[in-house]
């Protein structure tokens, strides 16, 4: 069973990732001709729908946050089918920079 792994990357930018992730991980299936493009493609829609749900509704993070995603997926007859029991997020807030700049300055004396 492959595993997709974005490895880190900003919040703004996971759909983009993990599509390009996807595409990459089955090329090779692909160019075989046993899996369409366009499965693919649905495939990655369905899966980000369903992360945007999560880290935008739910977790409420923001596009300069970073996250991390690892789900397991099954490749059969054609069809790609995502294993949502196995994924995995780990997210990191981002700390605004004045708020940074103030820790700074106050260890500093």
Do not use: C, H
């Not at 990732?17 to 369905?46: D, H, N, P, W």
Request: hydrophobic letters at 40%; proline letters at 1%; aromatic letters at 6%.
């Amino acid at each position: 069973m492959p595993t997709l792994s974005t490895g880190l990357v900003i919040a703004g930018a996971y759909a983009d990732k993990l599509r390009r992730t996807l595409f990459a991980q089955l090329s090779q299936k692909i160019k075989a001709g046993e899996l369409e493009s366009s499965e693919v493609a649905r495939a990655a829609a369905e899966i980000n729908q369903f992360l945007y749900n999560i880290l935008v509704d739910d977790l409420k993070i923001e596009k300069g946050d970073v996250v991390r995603i690892r789900v397991d997926y099954d490749v059969k007859e054609g069809s790609i089918t995502w294993k949502k029991d196995t994924l995995t997020l780990e997210v990191f807030k981002r700390v605004d920079d004045n708020k940074v700049a103030e820790a700074i300055k106050n260890r500093i004396g």
